[in-house]
């Protein structure tokens, strides 16, 4: 989650020119039911994507989010969770892979049944118990399109077709149901939100049942993996990733992650929720204006949450805030999160452990032992903070 902080001066803006998604090295230009030639090494595990160098703000970080695009397998396969880096700007993120654990489900009845607008849960890890709910109710997985792989041209997906490997859904995962959720949501997908473009298949055993038909759709998952319930279809929400006030964002390696308990090591804590359109309505506002609007309410609202507006300082902690692309605008995102936080030397955040409004620790170090932000002049004897 790019993040900005009340701290420094800003960068000047670069254009939202969006960077193009290009298809796989291996396979380019093939159809879905095209069969690899053989000899061929396995395609690449998801599309690669043209580096862009992001917008970075003088006014503070803003520190890139993973947000993980899981790969769910109903069926005895190892699945791929494709993680991908946001930037600043409207470019498109970069994709890496990383090995899911392997499921052990079979694909049932609800699996069957789902179709466009139907939503699923579970509570297994494998999903074996994998249910259809009515969309109002705690879901894990919206469904977009039930899509028939046995319609496609060629044998790839014929009768006697091998249950198709990782790298191959993964393809699908790219070719097939993202325009299938573009189709669904229309302008109502934010391509920066909670929610990703993923795919259910049968699963092995279903594969060889005989059943071909994969559900696409979407699904809030995390920098971890872990597939968050919401209620509600997606076209129906904001669709901006917040969290409540209280909630402590874990760490790795200085990049914000999931929710922890505020006792467990994190980034920051938010302090508040706001909704940009109370103060700009349906006009988008600029990043700058709405640096210029955050930078006063969350500072308000991080004194609110912490008693005193002088506890910032005493903690040496610094407010900070996320802000909406046009593209989130434009599909209806408008809430950010202000949160409190240390910043590293650099573009990461510090690691804190205990809640802002008890006592807390900065890098292993109480906040009295540390300099207050924005003090160029430490004391001759003072020792730096582990890991700067």
């Given at each position: 989650?790019?993040?900005?902080?009340?701290?420094?001066?800003?960068?000047?803006?670069?254009?939202?020119?969006?960077?193009?998604?290009?298809?796989?090295?291996?396979?380019?230009?093939?159809?879905?039911?095209?069969?690899?030639?053989?000899?061929?090494?396995?395609?690449?595990?998801?599309?690669?994507?043209?580096?862009?160098?992001?917008?970075?703000?003088?006014?503070?970080?803003?520190?890139?989010?993973?947000?993980?695009?899981?790969?769910?397998?109903?069926?005895?396969?190892?699945?791929?969770?494709?993680?991908?880096?946001?930037?600043?700007?409207?470019?498109?993120?970069?994709?890496?892979?990383?090995?899911?654990?392997?499921?052990?489900?079979?694909?049932?009845?609800?699996?069957?049944?789902?179709?466009?607008?139907?939503?699923?849960?579970?509570?297994?890890?494998?999903?074996?118990?994998?249910?259809?709910?009515?969309?109002?109710?705690?879901?894990?997985?919206?469904?977009?399109?039930?899509?028939?792989?046995?319609?496609?041209?060629?044998?790839?997906?014929?009768?006697?077709?091998?249950?198709?490997?990782?790298?191959?859904?993964?393809?699908?995962?790219?070719?097939?149901?993202?325009?299938?959720?573009?189709?669904?949501?229309?302008?109502?997908?934010?391509?920066?939100?909670?929610?990703?473009?993923?795919?259910?298949?049968?699963?092995?055993?279903?594969?060889?049942?005989?059943e071909r038909t994969i559900r696409c759709g979407v699904q809030n998952v995390g920098t971890t993996g872990q597939v968050f319930a919401v209620r509600g279809h997606?076209?129906?929400?904001?669709?901006?990733?917040?969290?409540?006030?209280?909630?402590?964002?874990?760490?790795?390696?200085?990049?914000?992650?999931?929710?922890?308990?505020?006792?467990?090591?994190?980034?920051?804590?938010?302090?508040?929720?706001?909704?940009?359109?109370?103060?700009?309505?349906?006009?988008?506002?600029?990043?700058?204006?709405?640096?210029?609007?955050?930078?006063?309410?969350?500072?308000?609202?991080?004194?609110?949450?912490?008693?005193?507006?002088?506890?910032?300082?005493?903690?040496?902690?610094?407010?900070?805030?996320?802000?909406?692309?046009?593209?989130?605008?434009?599909?209806?995102?408008?809430?950010?999160?202000?949160?409190?936080?240390?910043?590293?030397?650099?573009?990461?955040?510090?690691?804190?452990?205990?809640?802002?409004?008890?006592?807390?620790?900065?890098?292993?170090?109480?906040?009295?032992?540390?300099?207050?932000?924005?003090?160029?002049?430490?004391?001759?004897?003072?020792?730096?903070?582990?890991?700067?």
């Amino acid at each position: 989650m790019p993040m900005s902080n009340d701290k420094d001066e800003r960068d000047e803006q670069s254009g939202d020119e969006a960077a193009s998604e290009q298809a796989p090295a291996t396979g380019a230009g093939s159809e879905p039911g095209d069969t690899p030639p053989a000899g061929e090494p396995d395609p690449p595990p998801g599309p690669i994507v043209e580096p862009v160098t992001p917008n970075r703000s003088k006014k503070g970080p803003r520190i890139a989010a993973l947000v993980v695009l899981l790969i769910l397998i109903a069926g005895g396969v190892t699945s791929y969770v494709l993680t991908r880096e946001a930037a600043d700007q409207e470019d498109e993120p970069s994709l890496t892979t990383v090995a899911a654990p392997e499921t052990g489900a079979v694909a049932g009845e609800d699996f069957g049944a789902a179709q466009a607008g139907d939503c699923l849960t579970w509570d297994e890890g494998d999903v074996s118990d994998l249910t259809l709910v009515e969309c109002s109710e705690e879901h894990r997985f919206e469904v977009a399109a039930a899509i028939d792989l046995a319609q496609f041209p060629g044998r790839e997906f014929g009768p006697d077709a091998e249950f198709p490997n990782e790298l191959r859904f993964a393809e699908l995962r790219t070719h097939v149901c993202e325009p299938a959720v573009a189709t669904y949501l229309g302008e109502r997908f934010d391509p920066r939100g909670k929610f990703s473009v993923n795919l259910i298949n049968p699963g092995e055993a279903g594969w060889n049942a005989g059943e071909r038909t994969i559900r696409c759709g979407v699904q809030n998952v995390g920098t971890t993996g872990q597939v968050f319930a919401v209620r509600g279809h997606a076209a129906d929400q904001d669709q901006s990733v917040t969290w409540e006030p209280g909630v402590c964002i874990g760490i790795d390696h200085d990049i914000p992650t999931d929710p922890v308990d505020c006792a467990d090591p994190h980034a920051f804590e938010v302090v508040g929720v706001v909704n940009l359109a109370d103060e700009f309505g349906d006009n988008y506002p600029s990043t700058e204006d709405q640096d210029r609007f955050l930078d006063e309410r969350c500072r308000q609202l991080a004194a609110e949450y912490l008693g005193a507006p002088e506890r910032l300082d005493e903690l040496r902690l610094t407010a900070f805030w996320d802000t909406r692309p046009l593209s989130s605008w434009l599909a209806g995102s408008r809430t950010v999160n202000c949160a409190v936080g240390a910043q590293v030397d650099g573009a990461g955040f510090a690691t804190i452990i205990g809640s802002a409004r008890e006592e807390i620790t900065i890098n292993g170090r109480p906040p009295g032992e540390i300099d207050a932000p924005g003090d160029d002049n430490p004391p001759a004897d003072a020792e730096p903070s582990p890991g700067n």
